[in-house]
């Protein structure tokens, strides 16, 4: 199983306040994980990524946490903006010899609005 | 640099008609993908291309062809287009270094319907 869970289809959060978007995943042979986030009618675009050897990577107003023994990685955006709102995908890679490989497993999303 | 670059950007194709999809990069990236997005479903990996020459299926291939005989170029075949095959077709590339995690830019899809 290559693809993480996203189990929150949606999520709803006021503006300046935070936003938690969660993935799960059941596979430990990973190297990395990646976040987009995707307009309507667009292509979607990379946020901020981590790599198995960390726990916690900071970006600006997104953070993403990596809890390797329960298998979970969360992305906060702090403060929420309305232009946040958006489906957010959390995609697993790999390497091999230095390389990330091609092949980018996307789960089903979770949709951020964020109310003014 | 126009990125990754997508066409056409909607298609009406009638069942058992064929068509290409085409996708251009010109950023020299050796990483190229195929993924479509169907309501409920997220995005999925249709084939995939690490260079030119090579390419590998992904998660759901079938009625899909593709083939990389250049670096800037990975056109998406249907074969004999079915109902199911509509979708929005998102084509991306990427370097290969370890360096550049994430970067993996993404056309702005082609929209496609089979009737």
């Known amino acids: 199983d290559q693809q993480v869970k996203q189990n929150s289809p949606s999520l709803s959060v006021q503006e300046g306040r935070i936003s938690i978007l969660n993935c799960d995943y059941t596979n430990s042979m990973f190297d990395y994980f990646l976040w987009y986030k995707k307009y309507p009618a667009e292509g979607p675009t990379f946020l901020i990524s981590?790599?198995?050897?960390?726990d916690k990577n900071e970006d600006g107003r997104f953070t993403v946490f990596l809890n390797k023994s329960a298998k979970h990685l969360s992305l906060h955006i702090v403060p929420s903006q309305p232009g946040d709102s958006a489906v957010y995908f959390c995609p697993r890679g790999t390497y091999d010899r230095g390389s990330t490989l091609g092949r980018l497993y996307f789960g089903r999303g979770t949709q951020l609005t964020v109310w003014p | 640099n126009a990125g990754v670059t997508q066409t056409p950007k909607f298609q009406v194709l009638k069942t058992g008609q064929s068509m290409t999809l085409q996708c251009a990069q010109d950023m020299n990236h050796e990483y190229m993908s195929w993924y479509r997005q169907d309501p409920g479903m997220g995005l999925r990996l249709i084939h995939y291309?690490?260079?030119?020459?090579?390419?590998d299926q992904g998660e759901v291939p079938n009625g899909y062809n593709v083939s990389r005989s250049t670096t800037e170029d990975f056109p998406l075949r249907l074969l004999s287009a079915a109902p199911s095959q509509t979708s929005v077709y998102f084509c991306?590339?990427?370097?290969?270094?370890?360096?550049?995690?994430?970067?993996?830019?993404f056309g702005s899809g082609t929209r496609l319907t089979v009737v």
């Open positions: 991306a590339s990427s370097y290969s270094k370890v360096q550049d995690l994430g970067g993996y830019t």
């Open positions: 291309s690490v260079g030119a020459g090579i390419t």
């Open positions: 981590i790599s198995s050897i960390k």
